[in-house]
T-cell receptor
Framework: GAVVSQHPSWVICKSGTSVKIECRSL??????MFWYRQFPKQSLMLMATSNEGSKATYEQGVEKDKFLINHASLTLSTLTVTSAHPEDSSFYIC?????????????FGPGTRLTVL | DAKTTQPNSMESNEEEPVHLPCNHSTISGTDYIHWYRQLPSQGPEYVIHGLTSNVNNRMASLAIAEDRKSSTLILHRATLRDAAVYYCILRDPVSGNTPLVFGKGTRLSVIA
């Protein structure tokens, strides 16, 4: 199956710093990428949807100025957590979808664990 | 996407079959039934999907009730590696390239 990578796999940062997480589709063109957040013992919560070359669509309650998403190419989307605080500590997961993924499958990255001290 | 209901947790012995149920009584005629699973500290992975007929692949089988209001994911021989949270998700292809909406899923424990 298709492969989606995320980098870094984990990151620890100080409060107030910004952290960038990359999501790459390695062997297919991802017209759409989705970003999720998962707190311990909870399910995945959708944060935003990004289509290549256009602005991301954020879910209600997700601050677009805090979680900056860029989808500059068909194989790369980035999520930047700006001025991170301890409450932003979470497991961030991206998924990538091609043109017909509503019927086939979506491919998820391995996740990035962010810890903000 | 229509709502699904799954048991919070299930337990199985290693090398025995596991039947994971999912109720989706409000499923529409065009909704596909998808199953994903999430191993500990990893992103979800696709398991199987179907519309009306039962489906088999190398990972699992999907049995769909005749009225489509429920389905069952079948792992024929559970291994320790199958311990994960299993999510049953309905998707309407008419919606286009939409995100997967995850419920709470079923946490499967496999006992050696």
């Amino acid at each position: 199956g298709a492969v989606v990578s995320q980098h870094p796999s984990w990151v620890i940062c100080k409060s107030g710093t910004s952290v960038k997480i990359e999501c790459r589709s390695l062997d297919f063109q991802a017209t759409t990428m989705f970003w999720y957040r998962q707190f311990p013992k909870q399910s995945l919560m959708l944060m935003a949807t990004s289509n290549e070359g256009s602005k991301a669509t954020y879910e209600q309650g997700v601050e677009k100025d805090k979680f900056l998403i860029n989808h500059a190419s068909l194989t790369l989307s980035t999520l930047t957590v700006t001025s991170a605080h301890p409450e932003d500590s979470s497991f961030y997961i991206c998924s990538a979808a091609g043109l017909a993924s509503f019927l086939d499958t979506q491919y998820f990255g391995p996740g990035t664990r962010l810890t903000v001290l | 996407d229509a709502k699904t209901t799954q048991p919070n947790s299930m337990e199985s012995n290693e090398e025995e079959p596991v039947h994971l149920p999912c109720n989706h009584s409000t499923i529409s005629g065009t909704d596909y039934i998808h199953w994903y699973r999430q191993l500990p500290s990893q992103g979800p992975e696709y398991v199987i999907h179907g519309l009306t007929s039962n489906v088999n692949n190398r990972m699992a089988s999907l049995a769909i009730a005749e009225d489509r209001k429920s389905s069952t994911l079948i792992l024929h021989r559970a291994t320790l590696r199958d311990a994960a949270v299993y999510y049953c998700i309905l998707r309407d292809p008419v919606s286009g390239n939409t995100p997967l909406v995850f419920g709470k899923g079923t946490r499967l424990s496999v006992i050696a």
